[in-house]
Every structure is written in C-alpha cells, then in structure tokens.
C-alpha cells in the first residue's frame, strides 16, 4: 500500500533540545513538504522540496532544518532555535503535473510537545 | 503573495444543506483544493476545481469562479461525521501551494 509514514505520533522534548521528526512515501511523489499546525489554525509550511538535494524554506522557517538526501525521506529537525516548538507538524507529498503540483497527500501527523 | 479566506466557523442540523464559502486573491492561478481535517488527523482531499463550474461528488460539490477569486464546498444530507474542519487551498504557478484557515464545521443532531 502506498502512502506517507511519520514517526512518531507523540513526542515529548525538553526545552533546549534538537528533535527530529521522519517523514517516508513511497508514493515516488517528487515534492515533498513540512507543515505546522496550531490549536485552531490552518497549516503554515515550514519547508518543502521539490526535488532530491534542493530544498527550500517555506513561511516560518526559522528555527528549523531539513534535508532531502533520498526522493522517498524528508526529515524535518526541531531545533533549540525554534520559540514554540510545541504543535502538530504534518508532512505532505504530491506530484508533478504538466501545469504545476498535483493534490497533496498528508501522513497522520506528529505531535510535539516540549516542556 | 496569497491570500485566502474562510469564515472560521459555521454550525449546521443533521440531514441540511451546508455552503462553506472560500475567497482567494493570487496571481497564476493552478487550481484550488478542498481538504476535510478532522480534530487531530490529517487533511484527507476532497475535491479539486480548475476551470468554472460545479464538481459533484457524492453529497459534496464544489464551485469555483475564477473571475471572482471564489470557490464553495456544498455539503448535503449533512451527518454528524462531518463535523470537522474544512481546508481550501489554492495551488499558483511559480508559487507554494497555500492553504486557508479552515473553516471548523459543527453539525447538531
């Protein structure tokens, strides 16, 4: 079955330390993206990538890093730096098209919460 | 850049009619997407509009009017799981795909 896997779906963190959160598809998607979401709001984008080794920053940036060694892994790093790092963090992937991105499809979702 | 706004909520009765309003403003328009989200889970699509006019699926539809930078989501025979929140998102050449606030849908027995 194809699809988007993050681990894990609570995490727990102490002030001051660097988290990293996974992301894997094996849908061959090109794209791939970090979101965050807030108690109520939408989703603000963190990062995305639409091709191996390139990435780029998204809205809300700071505070966060990412890499995109291989097409199916986009690991999205918490760091210190990062005011508020307590909230849901979704990751998405979706196609090319001849005009632009397809729809995107969403793992389920890790929440961090850090004390 | 993009703008996209939703009214944040709305409530509804079982078995209505409910239209969940989505105004955009961006330059190189691709396409502008309805997500279902659920409180804590993920988005699951829901529609995809890219010319004028109305999609059909199922109990929901979807419009949108390029020329007035408007879309809605039209859910009928309204059920208690469709409480949820409702996600429009609008996809621009050259741009980020953007998502609006959502819109938290509650439906009364």
């Known amino acids: 079955d194809g699809g988007i896997t993050q681990s894990p779906k609570y995490l727990f963190r102490k002030e001051g330390q660097n988290v990293t959160l996974s992301c894997e598809q094996n849908l061959n998607h090109d794209a791939m993206y970090w979101y965050r979401q807030d108690p109520g709001q939408g989703l603000r984008l963190i990062y995305y990538s639409q091709i191996v080794n390139d990435f780029q920053k998204g809205d809300i940036a700071e505070g966060y890093s990412v890499s995109r060694e291989k097409k199916e892994s986009f690991p999205l790093t918490v760091t210190s730096a990062q005011k508020n790092p307590t909230a849901f963090y979704l990751c998405?992937?979706?196609?090319?098209?001849?005009?632009?991105?397809?729809?995107?499809?969403f793992g389920p979702g890790t929440r961090l919460t850090v004390t | 850049g993009q703008n996209i706004d939703q009214p944040t909520e709305m409530t509804a009765t079982e078995g209505a009619i409910v239209q969940i309003n989505c105004t955009y403003q961006?330059?190189?328009?691709?396409?502008l997407f309805w997500y279902q989200q659920h409180a804590g889970e993920a988005p699951t699509f829901l529609s995809y509009n890219v010319l004028d006019g109305l999609e059909e699926k199922g109990r929901f539809s979807s419009f949108l009017s390029r020329s007035k930078g408007y879309s809605y989501l039209l859910l009928k025979e309204l059920q208690m799981k469709d409480s949820a929140s409702y996600l429009c998102?609008?996809?621009?050449?050259?741009?980020?795909?953007?998502f609006g606030p959502g819109t938290r849908l509650s439906v009364l027995p």
């Open positions: 998405a992937s979706s196609r090319p098209t001849g005009a632009g991105y397809d729809e995107q499809y």
């Open positions: 961006t330059s190189g328009f691709n396409g």
């Open positions: 998102a609008v996809s621009s050449y050259g741009q980020n795909f953007v």
